[in-house]
């Protein structure tokens, strides 16, 4: 049995004090740093692709980014109060409203994927002679098949309605068939795969996390972009620093670096090649021009 003496209980607390003094240094440090707090939609995240490349910008910059992930309307709102300094959305109606609103002075694309109608394996609807999606939603709606809409104002939300405007339609509370959940994406396609519903998701998410859908597949899209129908559905993603000039308190050098970060060849290169090594295909391609 060991016996505490003197010395031993005064050594035992130096080292305590030295480790607690070391714990206090160690946190005083990360307090230190600079954070820069981005705002973005759900799939850049959900995908995997911010935990991918995000690390590298906070080495470089000796800082840490904080992220926010929502949908796109959600993002341009914490935005343009002044609660994010740099936000990655797609929805480029939102996205020039938020400039005209002096939120930003410019946007600038980085990357596209492409939207597709997921939809029961055995396709209720009989979707498969549709050639756009717009002929896909008359069909979900002629068969009342259930619909689950993001209802969020993301992204994909704001695609969903212009689709069913080309169609001709508007869903509502009366069409006991269409589904509105404000969830996110991944949220949406998990309930889709349990009700046996359709819904509209960007193709990066649904390759992210299809494993999980057996009972889903694409019913719109193909299975890779290439193949899909509808040049209405390819998917832009565009970041864009807050100015400084409407929010006083926004890290604007920071954001700036991460815009030209961002739009820089290695980075580029990076989002081009996330993903393609598990799932065959890129879920993200570059859109910078430097």
């Given at each position: 049995?060991?016996?505490?003496?003197?010395a031993l209980i005064v050594g035992l607390a130096l080292c305590g004090w030295l480790l607690g003094v070391g714990e206090i240094q160690t946190a005083s440090l990360a307090a230190d740093k600079p954070v820069l707090r981005l705002a973005t939609t759900t799939s850049v995240a959900d995908t995997g692709l911010a935990a991918a490349i995000l690390p590298d910008f906070e080495r470089r910059n000796g800082c840490r980014v904080?992220?926010?992930?929502?949908?796109?309307?959600?993002?341009?709102?914490?935005?343009?109060?002044?609660?994010?300094?740099?936000?990655?959305?797609?929805?480029?109606?939102?996205?020039?409203?938020?400039?005209?609103?002096?939120?930003?002075?410019?946007?600038?694309?980085?990357?596209?994927?492409?939207?597709?109608?997921?939809?029961?394996?055995?396709?209720?609807?009989?979707?498969?002679?549709?050639?756009?999606?717009?002929?896909?939603?008359?069909?979900?709606?002629?068969?009342?098949?259930?619909?689950?809409?993001?209802?969020?104002?993301?992204?994909?939300?704001?695609?969903?309605?212009?689709?069913?405007?080309?169609?001709?339609?508007?869903?509502?509370?009366?069409?006991?068939?269409?589904?509105?959940?404000?969830?996110?994406?991944?949220?949406?396609?998990?309930?889709?795969?349990?009700?046996?519903?359709?819904?509209?998701?960007?193709?990066?998410?649904?390759?992210?996390?299809?494993?999980?859908?057996?009972?889903?597949?694409?019913?719109?899209?193909?299975?890779?972009?290439?193949?899909?129908?509808?040049?209405?559905?390819?998917?832009?993603?565009?970041?864009?620093?807050?100015?400084?000039?409407?929010?006083?308190?926004?890290?604007?050098?920071?954001?700036?670096?991460?815009?030209?970060?961002?739009?820089?060849?290695?980075?580029?290169?990076?989002?081009?090649?996330?993903?393609?090594?598990?799932?065959?295909?890129?879920?993200?391609?570059?859109?910078?021009?430097?």
């Open positions: 049995m060991l016996r505490k003496t003197p904080d992220v926010i992930a929502v949908g796109t309307g959600q993002a341009l709102s914490i935005a343009s109060r002044g609660d994010a300094d740099v936000v990655i959305v797609h929805s480029r109606k939102q996205e020039e409203a938020f400039i005209a609103a002096d939120h930003a002075k410019q946007r600038y694309e980085v990357m596209f994927n492409d939207f597709v109608v997921i939809g029961p394996v055995d396709d209720p609807a009989r979707t498969g002679a549709a050639k756009s999606a717009a002929d896909t939603f008359r069909a979900i709606a002629d068969a009342q098949a259930t619909f689950f809409s993001r209802g969020d104002k993301s992204g994909t939300h704001t695609k969903e309605l212009d689709i069913w405007r080309t169609a001709g339609l508007a869903p509502g509370k009366d069409a006991r068939w269409y589904k509105s959940l404000g969830l996110g994406i991944r949220e949406v396609l998990l309930a889709a795969h349990e009700k046996r519903a359709y819904t509209l998701t960007d193709r990066g998410t649904w390759l992210a996390v299809q494993a999980k859908l057996p009972e889903l597949r694409i019913v719109l899209g193909g299975e890779r972009p290439e193949a899909n129908k509808d040049p209405e559905l390819i998917n832009r993603y565009a970041v864009m620093a807050v100015d400084a000039r409407k929010h006083p308190g926004v890290n604007a050098a920071l954001a700036e670096k991460f815009v030209e970060w961002l739009r820089s060849a290695e980075i580029q290169k990076k989002i081009g090649q996330f993903g393609a090594d598990r799932f065959g295909q890129p879920l993200f391609h570059p859109a910078a021009v430097e």
